[in-house]
DNA sequence: CGCAATATGTGAAATCCTTCACGAGTGAGC
DNA sequence: GCTCACTCGTGAAGGATTTCACATATTGCG
């Protein structure tokens, strides 16, 4: 077994867990325990363990720092992750203000916008220029970009971030941004989700299957 | 094959697709077209349709204006839909100014929150308080809301929410509220979707993405 | 100390999902 | 009207992912 995508996303899910655990005081942890609390079986926390050699004991589960130290080495945020804000607005000012990252390791260090009555260089947080993004981007070696601006220039505002040197972009703004060449780009569509939550609700009424036999 | 989670949510971005091509004034469309656009393969948007019925002409790809209209009556998006905003914070004021909601026939018909501050019974979209939101609910008939309020109350609140006959919830709280019985939880963890980005970023870097090609 | 209980680690099996490949219509062009 | 290039629809094949199941190791306990 291999790692894909879909394994690292997990195993930041049993660290944040293993975090929320730690505070709890937890010492050892079972796969069962963090399987019920990411969704999954606990064959497979034990297959995901394997495939990057964290190991446990026969009797005794995991040692919760261990587990907790090892992931964190696996998945490189050991350091601080620093990213910027593109598009200050309803959904962008929002992020830059949100607390929850911090605990995560994760600061906003900038804000660009258009908007010269958005800009203030002086706020905890300064928003800039958009113009000024790709020198900050350089001399900040900032390699990710949040990316809250409205559906019309985001992708040109993409192309422009890429340019800039970042590698790594969470998308708000409602087009499908295609990953490449070296390039990560993670899409939330927040409008898509609500339609999808609506749909399924109507097909838990309705029964799945509704096609023709 | 049957109508997976998976297949619904394809069907979605399908439907998303083709409304903006329609008003590009596109009339027909392949499946070459939307697998490109939604970023899988022709095959699959196919297959995707077949599960339902959706048939296009063997050499003359599929109606824009029919396929929407199939797919709207699949998904059941023929009618607006109905949501609240549940924590008119720093996110939940985002998400009920936004104006992207409108376009996928979304309404956010109401905020509520603890905070006697916030309430405002008069503005375009009320906020009132979430003692309210029981009688709200019920007699509106609401089935799906937005839970946007911090971390430690959002448990007890999406079961207060439950209680009053939610069967869908969208939560950003980072926690994870399990689907179950008869009600769809949609969790959006939005700090865990950047420290994905952070570690396939640095796997890439390191070319240890041992995965998919 | 020795035993029994219990959780891990992992090949094998099962399941799920996607792509392949090709027959079969069909519309465009001549 | 005929042809043929082109796209659909779909069973079968292929891959990927998850679960099963059990040998194995360890620990708590009497
Ligand atoms: N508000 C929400 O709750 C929400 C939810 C889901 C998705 N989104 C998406 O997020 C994006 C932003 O939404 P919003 O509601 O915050 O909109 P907004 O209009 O409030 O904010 C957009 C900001 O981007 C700035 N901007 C415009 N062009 C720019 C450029 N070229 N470079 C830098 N900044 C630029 C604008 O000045 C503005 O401040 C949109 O694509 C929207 O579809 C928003
Ligand atoms: N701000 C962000 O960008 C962001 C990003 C990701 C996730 N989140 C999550 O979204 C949630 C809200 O974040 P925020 O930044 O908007 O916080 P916030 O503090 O700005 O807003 C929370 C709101 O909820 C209200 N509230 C508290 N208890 C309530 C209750 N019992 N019933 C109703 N309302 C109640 C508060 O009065 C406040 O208005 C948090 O769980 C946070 O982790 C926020």
Redesign the pocket.
């Known amino acids: ?2 790692a ?1 995508k ?2 690292v996303v997990r195993l930041t899910k049993y660290k944040n867990v293993l975090e929320k655990l730690r505070s709890l005081g937890f010492v050892k ?4 325990n963090l399987a019920d609390a990411v969704g ?5 926390v ?2 995901d ?2 495939v990057f050699g ?9 040692q919760v720092d261990d587990l907790i130290a090892q992931l964190n080495r696996i998945l490189g945020v050991d350091e601080v992750q620093r990213v910027i804000v593109v598009g200050c607005g309803k959904i962008g000012t929002a992020l830059m203000r949100y607390r929850g990252f911090a605990r995560e390791r994760i600061r906003v260090v900038a804000g660009f916008d258009v908007d010269p009555s958005k800009i203030d260089p002086n706020a905890p947080i300064p928003i800039r220029d958009i113009n000024e993004m790709p020198y900050i981007v350089k001399s900040e070696k900032i390699q990710v970009a949040i990316l809250a601006v409205p559906e019309t220039v985001a992708a040109q505002v993409a192309e422009a971030l890429i340019a800039a040197g970042i590698r790594g972009i969470l998308n708000f703004a409602p087009i499908l941004l295609k990953s490449q060449n070296n390039v990560v780009v993670q899409n939330i569509n927040i409008a898509l989700e609500l339609e999808n939550l609506f749909c399924l609700l109507r097909f838990a009424e309705q029964g799945l299957d509704r096609g023709r036999p």
Chains 1, 2 share one sequence.
């Open positions: 077994m291999s894909t879909e394994v942890v079972f796969s069962d999954v079986s606990p064959a497979l034990r297959k363990f394997s964290l190991t446990g004991k026969k009797r005794a589960g995991y």
